[in-house]
């Protein structure tokens, strides 16, 4: 048992360091929710490509470095220490792509990986419906079987910056006989498609940052499948799993965000509970450090990720609510101003929404994790 | 002992209320977001009920009442956010202008001509654009000139920072200016009060209709105790905002009047801010959007909140007024 | 509206405080929960009888004062503060006399509650057995109908003091066909009667203050039954609303731990969080009190006290609770020895859990102050 | 890096739990609060599994092992709730003797004969009577004569004073007792947990049974979330105690060691605490008996929560410990 780094390892975090200090934006970037900011974030997306900084963890025929977990953990560490820009491309990266590392075929997997690295092909989520939030069983856009493809309609909304993307993914009943998760299928959407209508609409944070979809009888080929017919459900929950777990929201967040809180501390002198909670923000960072590294080291050797990613969602959502809430306490009347601390707090307070509330989380680590019986609500 | 409101309280409250619900709307309050300071309209509404004025002398055009008088009505703004400085100009200013001496300015709020704003030195001065004088208060009191606007998390209740000069002194006691302060707290907390009740009406209209996994959200019970601790706080935030009224108009039984203060506007910051986060996270990703109006409301909570003294300090208040634990 | 009192409650607070001045023993008694301590509290209570103060809101014929509730809100926060000892009547004197006045014949009114207050009878409750803790309605003790009154058999537990009391109240099941809370009968049982076996055990904090109570075949006559055959469950949601409502907590109780909390506070020149917890419990029992006076004076004025009983329980319980975990706190390596603020943090973990549990009153308060849908859990 | 225990690590811990699952059952807890001290055959037993001795060299007669190797297995001696000083003898006298040349002791202690407790100085010191020495840290570490006993929240755990005098000074440096607390932070940390774990898991198996309102009480979303939250706070702290076991090692990448033992001592008494009182609400009436064998554990965990430092000291120690937020 150990938490040293290896030699190779300090290696690879130095090289990181030592680019992203040339590199990253001496001043933040406007938001990546508006379209102005959204240019400019590409922009960024397209330097850390070409610097094969994008998509570390990824073989390097798709323009990654072959990047452990470990490894990975170190560029997310330094990515957020050196204050980098939000990565715009992240609902592709870490929750389209793992799914299609799993269940795309070697076709798919050649086409659209190393677009996606590139920042050619922008993709957007499209989970929710109008009347399916976290209950994604509840989706009633149809997919209809028609010669040599599919025919989608319907409506999703919620898209994270869906009006500046290229691509959807998400499910659509496929068997229009079926209920609840049975009969859907997962489908991979180009936006510019005849029929596809994209609105975007403004986030409680004031950005433009979500947009609605409309489907009206879009075709796609039957490549636009990912992972089979019908299989539309395990395979998002293979996808869900990811945003849930260690791969979206890496410790290194946790730990800057904490350090800059105990800076606006410092700097405003304060005493009493509000010390108290920088400290109790502070050590939860490092617990989720430490839970984490327990994490990748099981994962490393085999171990596979399950209900506990639960765990984690929970607990980071709940400390970046706590980070940004003592921030705010500690600017007193300063809070009413809108600026990065109170931008981040309203920010925050998705975190135990999406990805499934966490209540829904504590009922899967209750039923999954400690075996309570699953009658009843 | 009678802690229930009056017949007249309570008449004064249910007339801001009828008033509020046709001319206050979501729709207004949002509005004002994209031109603030332009509720005129709304404002001279207001002043025809009387609420401006109402701590003025009959004598002198208003309605005469005590501070816990008004402070139902100043609930019902709360619970409406309505878009103007009325704690700043009915129960901040008045009592202090009329201490003053400054009848003209006295006389033109009870016409409804002056929207007198009010902050404590320092803090960003709020309702600017839109009021139409600024009186900042730290040791002494002074009519001050706004300078630059500040970007606002609140877009309905714009901020500035003040100008370097052109303040004109009020003279005026420090007990005055400091009971101002007080009073300042204490109609903050009246409205946080009134928006936390707003916020959690509408979490259980949209929780007793929102389906999910075959029922209704609201018939969960995480969301049910929820929701029960939302309420908890603001029901027994409430009797401590009236309580804390009772004592800025010298009622012997409500206690010394700067623990009053602070534990109506600590309870009632906690509470509201409560309600907030509950309402949204019940809501789900329909409570993050700026369409949906809940985020109105949690936003001008977030504002007021921060008001005034946070909870924070004024727990450093109290623990400052409680003194020593003697028997 | 007003929080000021009139001279003639001054005046009658003046007496109570000049009564207890004179006569609260000068060291605390034993605990009321040993045998030893139960004698002692005993010889209190018939102080307090002979004085007038052991029930001053009953009506004169019964030993009261007819104080209204006002002067009974004066009278315990006088008697809080004086430090005067725990009320080991509380279960018939709070819990069971409530019920009479509302239920009781006149020959049952007469017949017992003169002996109530003046200690001579002793009332313990039955309302848990083995197998219904909160949900009452799953009682299984049954009582059979024989010629003249009632033959009472089964077993009840965690009767508080029961093993130090003369007779005992609760629920039956009188009709054998019956299920949930159809066909139960409130009776009154002397536990000296033929069949009735007390066993006392243990307590949390140590006391001998529970005890069962098994009752094998007991005779009753039709006058041990209150409020009607079959009545059974709303004459014992009467009296568990009494015991969650006002009556049971006056706030005088929580304004006088919150002090001696600020005292020791003081004495240990607690600095940081402690100290804002230290404020926030003494706020918060300022707020109950608050509460208090705003329902009494409704009360007072004719309003029926509700369900909105259930957030003054929820309200005192965990005042209680974050008051003695702040005085362990402040207290650090010392909460470890057994003295009254540890006993009384162990003490407080009860409060959340009797007279329904606090998960069951938040419910309570979803459903029927908020108007949420009852379905589901 | 590779965060996992080791083989032996584990084995040890294995060894230990099903020793103590044989030898430490509730009943013999039970026994211990009618005769504190009378430990003796369990701690033979452990004696002879060598963890008194853990820490000593392997050519004085132990198994040679680091504080990291020692840690998983005081867990277990938590979860058991061991009712000796197996945390104060194994993990803080060990070294602290070593280093003050006491090998007469240290043979003692390797051969089973020696119970040493342990305490910061001006606190009630544990395991007295039981203990056959007693260590007290200050600025430098004594062997006190115990004097008055003081009633424990956990019987199991008897407390007494110092006497005046009869203390023996050790020679060892200022750095070496500071280790040693720190040590006793650590050790009671991981005993917090396995008694953290405990509770939980008495608690899952009460709930899933009891039925109630005509389910189990564990499928109500109330306690599922409670538990869940319970949970969460000994998942937590888990990691942080074994981090912490490798910063007294000296690994590089455990950092600073007195941010990590603050760490985890302060997140692991608040997550056991949490625990405790979350299991006695579950558990209704029931967990409120000093019959049901719930309370034992709780009992330990209030007692440990608050030795070595309280949550609130040690979120003190780290915000002195952290320093500057130098980035």
């Known amino acids: ?377 | 002992m009678d802690f229930r409101p009056t017949e007249l309280q309570r008449e004064l409250a249910a007339g801001t209320r009828e008033l509020l619900d046709a001319r206050c709307t979501a729709d207004v309050v949002r509005a004002a977001w994209d031109k603030p300071g332009t509720a005129a309209g709304l404002w001279a509404s207001l002043a025809e009920l009387g609420l401006p004025g109402a701590l003025v002398p009959e004598a002198a055009g208003g309605l005469g009442l005590s501070v816990s008088d008004l402070v139902p009505a100043l609930v019902e703004t709360g619970r409406a956010a309505v878009p103007a400085p009325i704690v700043e100009t009915a129960l901040v200013a008045v009592p202090l202008l009329l201490a003053a001496g400054r009848d003209d300015l006295v006389a033109a709020i009870v016409a409804g001509d002056a929207l007198v704003t009010a902050a404590p030195a320092g803090e960003p001065v709020p309702w600017v654009p839109g009021a139409t004088h600024v009186l900042v208060l730290g040791e002494g009191a002074v009519l001050a000139v706004p300078g630059i606007r500040v970007p606002a998390v609140d877009g309905s209740r714009p901020l500035a920072r003040l100008a370097d000069d052109g303040a004109e002194e009020l003279t005026v006691a420090a007990g005055d200016v400091a009971a101002a302060r007080l009073r300042g707290a204490l109609g903050t907390a009246a409205q946080l009060v009134g928006l936390g009740e707003r916020q959690l009406a509408m979490t259980v209209d949209y929780t007793a209709q929102r389906q999910q996994f075959g029922a209704p959200v609201g018939s969960f019970q995480a969301v049910k105790h929820h929701l029960a601790d939302a309420l908890l706080g603001i029901r027994f935030a409430e009797p401590a905002v009236r309580a804390a009224a009772l004592a800025c108009d010298g009622d012997p039984g409500a206690g010394d009047l700067r623990r009053a203060v602070a534990t109506a506007k600590a309870l009632a910051s906690d509470a509201a801010d409560q309600v907030s986060r509950t309402a949204i996270q019940c809501h789900g990703a329909m409570g993050y959007t700026d369409e949906y109006d809940l985020q109105l409301y949690a936003k001008r909570t977030w504002a007021l909140a921060a008001a005034w003294g946070t909870a924070a300090d004024h727990r450093a208040v109290y623990a400052d007024a409680v003194g020593p634990a003697a028997r």
Chains 1, 3 share one sequence.
């Open chain 1, 1 to 377: 048992m150990d938490l040293t780094w290896t030699p190779e390892q300090e290696e690879f975090r130095a090289r990181a360091r030592e680019w992203l200090a040339a590199n990253v934006p001496d001043r933040p970037l406007p938001s990546g929710d508006t379209r102005e900011g959204f240019a400019a974030h590409l922009d960024w997306e397209r330097r850390l490509f070409d610097a094969r900084w994008s998509v570390v963890s990824w073989p390097e025929r798709y323009g990654g470095r072959d990047a452990s977990l470990w490894e990975w953990l170190l560029f997310e560490e330094e990515y957020y220490r050196a204050g980098a820009p939000q990565r715009v491309t992240q609902n592709g990266i870490f929750l389209l792509a793992p799914t299609i590392f799993e269940f795309g075929t070697p076709e798919q997997q050649d086409a659209l990986l190393p677009r996606m690295a590139a920042a050619q092909d922008l993709w957007c989520q499209g989970w929710s419906e109008p009347g399916a939030g976290s209950d994604l069983a509840g989706l009633s856009s149809r997919a209809n079987r028609v010669d040599g493809g599919w025919r989608l309609s319907g409506q999703k909304t919620w898209t994270t910056r869906g009006a500046f993307c290229t691509h959807l993914f998400g499910l659509f009943r496929s068997d229009p006989e079926s209920v609840r998760h049975k009969g859907l299928t997962y489908f991979l959407v180009p936006l510019d498609a005849d029929g596809v209508t994209v609105r975007g609409f403004g986030r409680l944070d004031g950005d433009e940052g979500f947009a609605e979809v409309f489907l009206d009888d879009v075709f796609v080929p039957d490549s636009a499948v990912l992972g089979g017919v019908g299989k539309g459900w395990s395979v998002a929950m293979a996808t869900t799993g990811s945003e849930r777990g260690l791969t979206l929201r890496s410790p290194g967040r946790f730990l800057e965000s904490t350090r800059r809180l105990r800076e606006l501390a410092e700097a405003q002198g304060a005493g009493g509970r509000l010390r108290e909670e920088v400290v109790e923000a502070s050590m939860r960072a490092d617990a989720y450090q430490l839970f984490t590294l327990s994490q990748v080291s099981d994962l490393v050797a085999g171990a596979k990720a399950g209900a506990e990613s639960s765990l984690n969602k929970i607990w980071w959502s709940e400390l970046d609510v706590l980070t940004h809430r003592t921030a705010l306490a500690l600017r007193g009347a300063e809070a009413a101003v809108d600026e990065p601390w109170s931008r981040g707090f309203q920010f925050s307070l998705a975190g135990p929404i999406y990805a499934g509330t966490n209540e829904i989380q504590r009922t899967i680590v209750a039923e999954r994790v400690l075996g309570l019986p699953r009658v009843g609500r």
